[in-house]
């Protein structure tokens, strides 16, 4: 079984400063992982993922996750953030071999402030 | 075009009562799912189909039965609703393969309110 700690329910932050969202998973085996993004009154929709190869995986809107094994670690980073960036922040696992679902995370909520 | 799409998006109903949320996933995928969120924001799986089959149940009542007439819809319902019944239902749908990894697609979610 895999499960996700997100260990911040909430990150505020003046615009146009650099943020981190941080996120550990445990599994016995080896994991895809997600970040979803959820705005106010709306689903949740895939921001990054990783799958393989290049531990350093990109958004369109300039955010970016970096997969560390070594420390179970994927946590989501953007340089400069905008007011619109406020949004519930999930990340996600699963099993890469096998069927196995996504195992959420509790979110961080980024409250982007001017 | 909306690739899954729930209806309805709002539901204010009375205890007790029997009510039904429909989804639709125009993307061709094999899998659906229902999940639901809480008041603390925090999702968790319900149910999950695979062509139609019934592919995961979790420690959901019995009150809750989701029903997949073909593998583009899944609906629940949902019969003799609680207060703790309110909350966020997402579904959402994937379609395994390597290029995706199983990655979610989730509908804009039905708020159901019990009074």
């Known amino acids: 079984a895999q499960s996700v700690t997100q260990l911040d329910s909430q990150v505020p932050v003046f615009e146009e400063a650099p943020v981190e969202l941080r996120c550990n998973y445990s599994s016995s085996v080896s994991v895809y992982l997600f970040w979803y993004v959820q705005y106010p009154n709306q689903g949740l929709q895939l921001l990054l993922k990783y799958l393989s190869g290049s531990t350093l995986v990109e958004s369109i809107n300039g955010f970016e996750a970096e997969f560390n094994k070594s420390q179970t670690s994927f946590h989501l980073r953007k340089p400069s953030v905008h007011i619109s960036d406020t949004a519930e922040y999930f990340c996600a696992v699963r099993m890469n071999s096998g069927y196995s679902t996504l195992t959420f995370g509790k979110g961080t909520m980024l409250l982007v402030s001017p | 075009d909306t690739a899954v799409s729930q209806t309805p998006k709002y539901l204010v109903t009375q205890m007790g009562n029997d009510k039904s949320i429909k989804c639709e996933q125009n993307?061709?995928?094999?899998?659906m799912y229902w999940y639901k969120q809480d008041s603390k924001k925090f999702l968790k799986i319900m149910f999950s189909?695979?062509?139609?089959?019934?592919?995961i149940n979790e420690t959901v009542p019995n009150r809750f039965s989701p029903k997949s007439p073909d593998k583009a819809h899944l609906n629940l319902h949902i019969n003799s609703l609680e207060l703790g019944d309110s909350a966020v239902y997402f579904c959402?749908?994937?379609?395994?393969?390597?290029?995706?990894?199983?990655?979610?697609?989730f509908g804009e979610g039905s708020r159901l309110t019990v009074l």
């Open positions: 959402a749908s994937s379609q395994e393969d390597r290029g995706t990894a199983g990655e979610l697609f």
């Open positions: 993307l061709g995928h094999d899998t």
């Open positions: 189909y695979n062509n139609k089959e019934l592919i």
